[in-house]
């Protein structure tokens, strides 16, 4: 059925047999590894890899490096918006490519809902869907067991939501989310994970830990497009560092095209944060792309970069953007405020978009969060910022004056030298000094 997901079994319980997919128009034939073991899955899922990455440029932890994909050669660090039904609220496909956008990521959950898989699948994939060439990433759905908890009950098996459209029962397996995202088309696929938040202590932990790995390898033995979709593998472990050290090392021995951290910005302190992010970045890879989930906070993106990371999403900057606050590089712009009335300035007097090369501070004070139009400049504006600051990221280690962007930006942000102790702490461990930015 297209409004929802199917009712499946558990895969290693299916005979082996043979699927007919579709490629880009074209037909081709797969072993379906359903039933096989894990190991022998392994070696087939992993011969082939649909990217190449490569480090451009180092300091100390921090990279930045060129991700070929199927669809896009992408340049790192980078920040993905967030198009949850395969489209960023109020902005062109025209647009986004103008700021740099280089990946959208799409959700697996809503797109399985509304308009479905199977009729994606039919019209030639969401790249084509959408019209959009450049790269795509879709998340697993297990998103939504933290965000739809009061509608999901979660077994080993998989999770079943009450359908918040017509409150049905849907199973999501890891199996059925890959091959709604083998159907969708994305460059990058997100395994199926337990998702808790990180608030949430005690043995639960440690269960959605180990699941999420029992998980993992069903996911692998139903991925059928590996040559052309890159399967990701999600580290998870709450805030116990023990728990993410066996998570990071059972995904590293699958031999990922590439890893993400997730269950992180879930309401954690932000000591406890960069603490994950840095023990996860160091014992992951060099060779493979490092996606820190959920993160979108100029600052987060930074000190992540700083610690190794490569890619980040969020819906924070258009979120914001609907409600009237704009991205600068001091912070925050809040245009509802009565100050912004007369101010004939634009958002950003640095910036280059569209928006602040045509727009006043007053104008946008006027139509924000009364106009569509306001929500759609503001979004404008705030992507093309996470799109700078990510190429910006990008040119400083390549051209190695990364010391000197970060001490620039937190200078910025902070004038009167009120570093929080997090950043202190986190770049200390990323071996940049910034003494000269903190107040005595």
Not at 167 to 178: D, G, Q
Not at 305 to 318: E, H, I, Q, R
Not at 347 to 354: A, H, K, Q, S, Y
Not at 380 to 398: A, E, F, G, P
Request: hydrophobic letters at 40%; glycine letters at 8%; charged letters at 20%.
């Amino acid at each position: 059925m297209r409004n929802r997901f199917r009712i499946c079994a558990v895969a290693t319980s299916d005979p082996i047999k043979t699927v007919h997919l579709k490629t880009n128009g074209t037909s081709r034939y797969a072993d379906h590894l359903n039933g096989q073991d894990h190991g022998e899955a392994f070696s087939v899922s992993f011969l082939k890899m649909a990217l190449k990455f490569e480090v451009l440029g180092k300091f100390n932890r921090a990279r930045a490096a060129r991700l070929a994909l199927p669809h896009f050669v992408c340049q790192t660090p980078l920040f993905m918006p967030v198009g949850t039904q395969g489209t960023i609220k109020g902005l062109t496909n025209n647009q986004l490519e103008e700021i740099g956008c280089q990946i959208i990521l799409g959700n697996t959950y809503h797109l399985a809902l509304r308009p479905g898989a199977e009729l994606i699948d039919d019209l030639g994939g969401l790249h084509k869907f959408m019209n959009w060439k450049r790269a795509l990433l879709t998340d697993s759905g297990g998103f939504q067991m933290v965000s739809l908890l009061h509608l999901a009950d979660i077994t080993e098996q998989g999770v079943t939501f009450q359908s918040p459209v017509d409150a049905k029962p849907m199973l999501l397996t890891p199996e059925e989310s890959i091959q709604i995202q083998n159907k969708i088309g994305a460059d990058i696929i997100m395994a199926l994970d337990d998702v808790v938040k990180t608030t949430i202590t005690g043995p639960r932990i440690e269960e959605a830990m180990y699941r999420t790995l029992r998980w993992i390898d069903r996911c692998i033995a139903a991925h059928k497009r590996p040559d052309e979709q890159n399967l990701f593998g999600i580290v998870q472990g709450g805030l116990d560092p023990v728990l993410r050290d066996i998570c990071v090392r059972g995904m590293v021995d699958r031999n990922l095209p590439g890893y993400a951290i997730g269950g992180l910005s879930g309401g954690e302190d932000k000591d406890s944060f960069w603490r994950v992010v840095a023990q996860c970045t160091a014992a992951l890879p060099e060779d493979k792309p490092r996606y820190v989930m959920g993160v979108g906070y100029p600052l987060d993106i930074v000190v992540c970069s700083a610690l190794g990371a490569d890619m980040y999403d969020c819906v924070y900057p258009t979120r914001t953007a609907r409600f009237g606050t704009a991205l600068i590089p001091e912070g925050l712009l809040k245009l509802k405020n009565q100050a912004m009335a007369n101010d004939e300035r634009p958002i950003d007097p640095t910036c280059l978009c569209m928006v602040c090369k045509n727009y006043t501070r007053a104008y946008l004070h006027c139509i924000v969060t009364k106009d569509p139009m306001g929500s759609q400049l503001v979004s404008y504006h705030n992507l093309s910022y996470m799109m700078r600051l990510s190429k910006d990221l990008h040119t400083s280690i390549v051209e190695g004056r990364f010391p000197e962007f970060v001490q620039d930006f937190l200078r910025v942000q902070f004038p009167r030298g009120d570093i929080p102790e997090w950043v202190c702490n986190a770049m200390e461990v990323a071996g940049i000094d910034i003494s000269t930015c903190c107040a005595p």
